[in-house]
Structure formats: structure tokens, C-alpha cells
């Protein structure tokens, strides 16, 4: 079977396809393929290793409908289109909990690095601004003892929520469509309702899925219910934000500070005015950019279609 990986991922999924046996072509240049190329490349190929950047939608599914399957390198696949690829009979699997620590930690800083301006005050010291002590500037909050509403309670909320039950005994509220038995045994934790979620909490963390239900979620009216000395971080995917909208709260004192490692569109324009605002931290949607991650991700990428190929149960199927 002959497999296209179309992006320079680690070499451990790749490894793993060869000792297998398979035919693997990798895509070794760091700009990605247009969906144009991909289809392209794809004529000749049974097996596919993507990520968010191409758009697996139905034209792209149509287009390459001899596609046995497509294996997301990452957990998320709001990208492909899978109730066309299941009509198509196209397999689709992903590579989840590979990165829940990973972005768990950016999680955790982005909520730390908001809270204490730390990438405002170090460009500050940049260009020049560390002067005299001011006793009353640029104050930050203390976390300890907070509220914690986290926002789809999978594996990365259930880390993030760890990480802050153990370091600063934060209360923890969560959001989810099913009841989540161990994070209430373990870390205290308490189901509410949204709007319950969005009045009781400091920090509203968010690690949903991006679907027609989410996207947009955190708009005007979501900001102006939280606590005007709420955080805000989200690590899930820019469009459950309005971006103009928090913007909008950061400025009016609607909400106090943001996190985010997710924007809407990626990449920003240098001239969004969220990065000028001392309150913001932002990072370029790194949550599962560690060697460890990346790996892993590599290596449940390969094994979706190494199970396909020996006709074995896809342990990470999404369709």
C-alpha cells in the first residue's frame, strides 16, 4: 500500500509505516501542499497523513474517493468532511491524548503569562520601558483559591484542571455534555450549565471540539455574563471566539485578561489589536509542540493505517 505523508512530521510514524512494509512518500518541505497539490499528490496513493491545514472536505473526498484512509496527525478534524468520507467508504482516524500534557501546560502558562501581563512586560523591557518602580503599575492577579470553569472536559481539560486543583486549589466547574465521574471524584469537580459557567468563574479554560454548535460561542453576549476580572484562555480552535468581540471585552473591562493559543484567522495579521493590549498573552498554536507530543502524534498517525492494512480494529477511528 502506498502511503503519502503530506507534511515533514518526526520520523517515528514513518519509521513505523516502513517497517511495516508500506510505500511512504513524505512531503519534506515545511510550506504546506495547497489542496490543489494534494489532490495531486494523491492520485497515486491509498493511504493519506494530513493535518488542519488542508481541507479534507467533500470536493477533496470526491476528488480522491479511491482514498482508502486519511489519518489526521492530531486530534482534532474539524477539517475533514466525515460524513462524506464515510459515504465514500474512506476510513478517518485521528491521533488523540497524544498531546493532552503538552497542551495542558500552554493551557496552564497562557493562564499565568495573563495574569501577570508577561509578554506585554517583556516586550516593555524591549523597547526600553524598565524604569523606576511604580507601586501601582501593571498589577497582576493572584490565582490561588480561584475558579476554574473549564469548557469540554476531555482528556486536555481534565489535565488543565489537574494542574490547577495541585498548584493553586482552584475550584473547578466544568461544562460538558456528559457527566464527567472521575474529574468530580478526583479533583472536586462540578458540572453547571453555561451561563452558571460563565458567572462563576475567574478563568473559563476551553478545550471543546469546533463544531456548528461552538463556533462563535464565546461572543459579545458570552464576555459581557463573566466576571470583569475573569480570564479567558483558549487552546481548542480560534473560531469557537469572536475575536472582534473579546477584543471588544478587554478594552471595555468587560472581561480582565486573555490567553490564547488559538486564533481566528492563523495566523493573525501583525496588526490585530489584540497584540498590543498589555492583558493578552498569545502564542502561535503551539499546544502539542513538544518532541514528546510530536511523536507521539507521529506514531498514532502510522498506526491508524497499519491497522487498516493488516485488517485489524482501528483503535482511533472517528468514523
Known sequence: MKVLVSLNIPEAGIDLLKKEGLD?????????LSNDELVEKCQG????I????????????QKCQHLKIVSQFGAGYDNVDVESARELGIHVGNAPDAMSDATADIAFTLMLAASRKICYLNRHIIKGGWGYFKPRAHLGLELKGKTLGVFGLGRIGFEMAKRCVGAYEMK??????????TAEQQLGAQRVDFDTLLH????????????????????????????????????????????????????NGAIWGAGLDVTNPEPMSLDDPLLNLENVAITPHIGSATVEARDEMSRLAAKNIIQFYRGETIENLVN
Not at 496513493?45 to 493519506?48: G, K, S, T
Not at 494530513?50 to 473526498?61: K, S, V
Open 200 to 251: 462563576q468563574s475567574d478563568v473559563i479554560s476551553v478545550h471543546c471540539a469546533l463544531n456548528e454548535n461552538t463556533r462563535g460561542l464565546f461572543n459579545k453576549e458570552a464576555f459581557s455574563q463573566m466576571k470583569e476580572t475573569a480570564l479567558f484562555i483558549n487552546t481548542s480552535r480560534g473560531p469557537v471566539h469572536n475575536q472582534s468581540d473579546l477584543y471588544d471585552a478587554l478594552v
Open 50 to 61: 494530513t493535518t488542519g491545514m488542508n481541507a479534507i472536505n467533500r470536493d477533496f473526498l
Open 172 to 181: 473547578v466547574l466544568y461544562c460538558s455534555r456528559q457527566v464527567k465521574n
Open 45 to 48: 496513493v491509498e493511504a493519506l
Open 24 to 32: 511512504v512518500e513524505v512531503w519534506r518541505e515545511e510550506k504546506p
